[in-house]
Nanobody, 125 residues
């Protein structure tokens, strides 16, 4: 299984970015993709999760109403649309995956078996 995250960059407060996570290597369409972020000196935290089979989604309270996770099964890609960005959203963003669906511990990084490299999001004026 391989995951490739992209789409990070520098954006002003209030702006938007869309991150992409391209997944390959899954033999069945029954897995979950989670987005995590890690700021310097802080622990890695779950941002959002989507179950690929049924499309159910989960969000951290800090991003609800601003971020939207979605999937394009034909492209094996998951997106994280980030709107109304704040300086505190600045972090390295990672996508991760695990067989199955987003469970009760979707926000815990140890839940996921597969990780991609991070993409840096900087929100600053």
């Amino acid at each position: 299984v391989q995951l490739q995250a992209s789409g990070g960059g520098l954006v002003q407060p209030g702006g938007s970015l869309r991150l992409s996570c391209a997944a390959s290597g899954f033999t069945q369409g029954y897995y979950a993709i989670g987005w995590f972020r890690q700021a310097p000196g802080k622990e890695r935290r779950g941002v959002s999760c989507i179950s690929i089979r049924d499309g159910s989604t989960y969000y951290a309270d800090s991003v609800k109403g601003r971020f939207t996770i979605s999937r394009d099964n034909a492209k094996n890609t998951v997106y994280l649309q980030m709107n109304s960005l704040k300086p505190e959203d600045t972090a390295d963003y990672y996508c991760a995956s695990d067989p199955g669906h987003c469970g009760r511990t979707w926000y815990v990084w140890r839940t996921y078996a597969y990780w991609g490299k991070g993409t840096l999001v900087t929100v600053s004026s």
